[in-house]
């Protein structure tokens, strides 16, 4: 090879190289840091709270909210899920998050069951401080409707039981988006739950 294009095709890969791998971190770096991805936009809804206020999705916007679809007398999964974001409410609490910048909702599938007065009977049952909590319900179709728009779908089996999808837990940022779908029971992993709140929080 000519020594002088050897000259100069030498400099010429090693700034490409060197190009290349500047990139290559620069993209590292983006991905560590980047924000959890949009499932979608979490639908509106209007329901009532258990003190019998109207509460809307949009009045949740600049704040955090983590919401699950369940019914009071679920066997297994929505007590357990319930139980597993009461502790959150307490480590919230401990960052001065809850009720300011976090929200935690419940929306019953079954309003003939769940009166304002069982929901606020569970709500000493397990701990759930309502300051920074809403206990939400409707008319069963309209429930039902709702939930659908989340992509959660409910079945009533009668005698005060459902079957609807284990990942019925949600966490919507500031700007009203699905940012995160969670499994409940169990498999809801409160420290991964409170490692996506914090990064939605350093978002806003």
């Known amino acids: 090879m000519n020594p002088r294009l050897r000259s100069y095709l030498f400099p ?9 791998i500047a990139v290559y971190f620069v993209f590292l770096s983006n991905s560590a840091g980047s924000a959890l991805p949009v499932v979608k936009p979490a639908p509106e809804f209007e329901l ?20 699950e679809f369940m019914f009071t007398s679920c ?9 597993k974001m009461v502790q959150l409410q307490e480590e919230l609490k401990r960052q001065n998050w809850f009720g300011s910048k976090v929200r935690l909702v ?8 769940d009166t304002p007065e069982a929901l606020a009977q569970y709500a000493d049952r397990m701990g759930i401080d309502m300051n920074g909590w809403h206990l939400l319900r409707g ?48 498999g809801m992993d409160n420290d991964q739950v409170l490692k996506d709140i914090a990064s939605l929080l350093d978002e806003t």
């Open 12 to 20: 010429a890969a090693l700034s490409a190289a060197v190009l290349g």
């Open 106 to 113: 419940a929306v019953t599938f079954d309003p003939e069951r």
């Open 139 to 186: 008319e069963e179709a309209e429930t039902k409707e709702i939930a659908a728009e989340y992509g959660i779908n409910v079945v009533n089996l009668g005698d005060g039981q459902f079957v609807h999808n284990v990942t019925s837990l949600q966490l919507i940022d500031a700007d009203r988006q699905i940012r995160r779908v969670y499994e409940m029971g169990d």
């Open 75 to 83: 066997p297994d999964i929505c007590p357990v899920t319930t139980y």
């Open 48 to 67: 009532t709270n258990v003190d019998g206020s109207l509460v809307k999705a949009s009045d949740h916007e600049g704040q955090v909210v983590l919401m």
